[in-house]
């Protein structure tokens, strides 16, 4: 039983004395990250300006069939995919 949270403390130790240190800029972008996310303030405009283009309204530009426009669409299983959403 000894050993084993000895084990256990040894590891635990080890993996936060190793882990990585965040970049600058990640460090004070964490700072900033509300306590509460709004999708339609902090999430929807990330996905406009990066994934609608290939995943919006758009029909002739869609792409693996996945559409994240529409919530019913974006947790749908997938045409091009069944079984996977």
Known sequence: MKWRFSFFISSLVFIIACSPSLP??????????????????????????????????????????LRLDLSEAAFAELPETPGKK
């Open 24 to 65: 600058d800029d990640v460090a004070a972008a964490y700072k900033t990250v509300p306590d509460n996310i709004d999708f339609n303030r902090h999430v929807k405009p990330i996905l406009s300006d990066r994934c609608f283009s290939c995943h919006g309204p758009d029909k002739g530009k869609l792409e693996a069939g």
